[in-house]
């Protein structure tokens, strides 16, 4: 039987993947404890109940080339020669007349962005937040850049913003930081840093220049300079119209994005405590679907020279609000390390 990729599929080779799938779903189940056991050990077994990845409709494969030809795809984790299957367990060559065909794939797994692990030595653009016993809560943001003391050249800091690193002004100076956040797992072993200054955040529409705060990294914590998948910086830079710019973030990871508007004051940002007016910030628009989302707050933005020129604080479905970086590095007296 023959069927070509641009036509309908037909309701037998519909029936035959529905056919072969119930067969399988009984030793699926049985098999269900000992398939994550050998998973989790990267460990395989040509028993459909561990090796099964899925069943769909596909293209048939001869010989590594693709054949026009439709079949009843079945994806394995390995596969094995015929030889080495028990008869009970193999997968038949075609069901009704319909062909089937066996590709190897290796084990599915959920995937989790490398920004939300944890990352020694500490980058920036990764996922971080305050202990759980500093503020009661999980909750995840980003650590924006590595920061260098202008007076103390070998103090870093973590910059990000107050309400990823401050609380919103309610945490304590000297309040822990981990990496990963609370909300990706970090524990008090994950601990990196101490919160160690911040910018106070004023509500109900008074104006604010920034929301920006810096942990110091604590004493034999490896640090890198780099930003997670974007590599190392220049320096620090001015927004202009039209820049095009990355963020590596914890939520959403690298994206780009064109600068729309500068010198734009925003207002009714909503955060936990009253909603905030921000003054002379930057607005971006992703260049393929959304720049940022929640989780994001605290990314760094830099152009292409590898100039970091913004701070990521807050944003909507179709834009994202940035502090530009200069004006938080004066406050703190920090460069950005290079």
């Known amino acids: 039987m023959t069927q070509s990729l641009f036509q309908p599929v037909p309701t037998e080779m519909l029936a035959a993947k529905v056919e072969l799938r119930d067969r399988l779903v009984t030793r699926l189940e049985r098999q269900a404890v000992r398939a994550l056991a050998l998973r989790k050990r990267r460990q395989y077994h040509p028993s459909p109940g561990v090796n099964l990845v899925g069943i769909g409709i596909g293209e048939k494969i001869v010989d590594d080339r693709p054949t026009s030809e439709l079949c009843v795809k079945v994806l394995v984790a390995r596969k094995y020669p015929r030889g080495k299957i028990n008869r009970t367990d193999r997968i038949p060559a075609e069901i009704g007349g319909v062909p089937i065909d066996i590709e190897g794939v290796g084990y599915p797994k959920k995937f989790v962005l490398p920004n939300q692990q944890r990352q020694r030595p500490v980058p920036a653009g990764v996922s971080g ?30 910059l990000s913003n107050n ?4 609380n919103e002004n309610r945490a304590a100076i000297g309040a822990g930081m981990v990496q990963p956040a609370t909300l990706d797992g970090g524990r008090p072993v994950d601990r990196v840093a101490a919160l160690d200054r911040f910018v106070p955040l004023v509500y109900n529409n008074e104006p604010n220049q920034m929301d920006a705060a810096i942990a110091r990294f604590d004493a034999g914590i490896a640090v890198t300079k780099e930003i997670l998948a974007i590599g190392a910086l220049t320096g620090s830079g001015d927004p202009t119209l039209n820049l095009l710019v990355r963020k590596s973030g914890r939520t959403t990871g690298v994206t780009e994005g064109i600068v729309r508007a500068v010198q734009f004051d925003v207002f009714n940002v909503v955060y936990e405590q009253g909603t905030v007016r921000m003054d002379d910030v930057m607005v971006i628009e992703g260049v393929k679907g959304s720049f940022s989302r929640p989780g994001d707050s605290g990314s760094a933005i830099v ?3 590898g ?11 179709t834009v994202t609000f940035a502090i530009p970086i200069r004006r938080v590095l004066q406050r703190f007296r920090v460069d950005i390390a290079t």
Not at 129 to 143: P, R
Not at 307 to 317: E, H, K
């Open 129 to 158: 937040s305050l202990t759980f016993e500093a503020v009661g809560f999980q909750y995840a943001g980003t650590l924006g850049v590595v920061v260098v003391d202008t007076q103390q050249p070998g103090v870093l800091y973590a």
């Open 163 to 166: 309400h990823v690193l401050a």
């Open 303 to 305: 152009d292409a020279q």
């Open 307 to 317: 100039r970091v020129v913004g701070l990521l604080f807050a944003g909507s479905d």
